[in-house]
T-cell receptor
């Protein structure tokens, strides 16, 4: 099946610093990628939809200036958490849609990035 | 209208038993229903998916049953194994481009299979 990677798998940073998380589709070209946030024992919350070559579409309540998303190529999307604070500590997961797969609506998820802000 | 309700929140089953997880949706535009399996500290992995033109789909020990008129679908895990202990999420989406194929997730079910 389609493989999506994320880097780093975990990161610890100081409050006020920025952190960049990369999401890559390894064996397919993803015109659309999605970024989710997941708190312990909760479901996935969609933060934004990232389309290659265009601006991301953010869900209601998600701060665009705080969570910067760039989808510069068909295999790479990045999420930058700017001026991170302890409340931004969470598990961030990306997914990518494989438009050439048997189910074009299928999203394949990365392994997630655990962010801890001290 | 976008909500997907999942039950139960947690489930304990003996090894070899059947795990059953149910989901219900409101939006009749949904036309793709995947199930994901997530282990602690990992991203969700696609388990099995179904479209509403079929009432059942089976892959190995995993079966999706779909009831379009009731707007319900369920996951059955046959011969449950300790390695199946994970959190399972149902989801739904539809193909309208404007919606960006966004997945709407259920709340999740934590399954524990006791040896």
């Amino acid at each position: 099946g389609a493989v999506v990677s994320q880097h780093p798998s975990w990161v610890i940073c100081k409050s006020g610093t920025s952190v960049k998380i990369e999401c890559r589709s390894l064996d397919f070209q993803a015109t659309t990628m999605f970024w989710y946030r997941q708190f312990p024992k909760q479901s996935l919350m969609l933060m934004a939809t990232s389309n290659e070559g265009s601006k991301a579409t953010y869900e209601q309540g998600v701060e665009k200036d705080k969570f910067l998303i760039n989808h510069a190529s068909l295999t790479l999307s990045t999420l930058t958490v700017t001026s991170a604070h302890p409340e931004d500590s969470s598990f961030y997961i990306c997914s990518a849609r494989d438009p050439s797969g048997p189910f074009t609506d299928t999203q394949y998820f990365g392994p997630g990035t655990r962010l801890t802000v001290l | 209208q976008q909500q997907v309700k999942q039950s139960p929140q947690s489930l304990i089953v003996q090894k070899g038993g059947i795990s059953i997880i149910n989901c219900a949706y409101e939006n009749t535009a949904f036309d793709y229903f995947p199930w994901y399996q997530q282990f602690p500290g990992k991203g969700p992995a696609l388990l099995i998916a179904i479209r509403p033109d079929v009432s059942e789909k089976k892959e190995g020990r995993f079966t999706i049953s779909f009831n379009k008129s009731a707007k319900q679908f369920s996951l059955h895990i046959m011969d449950s194994q300790p390695g199946d202990s994970a959190t399972y999420f149902c989801a739904a989406t539809y193909r309208i481009k404007a919606a960006g194929n966004k997945l709407t997730f259920g709340g999740g079910t934590r399954v524990l299979v006791k040896p």
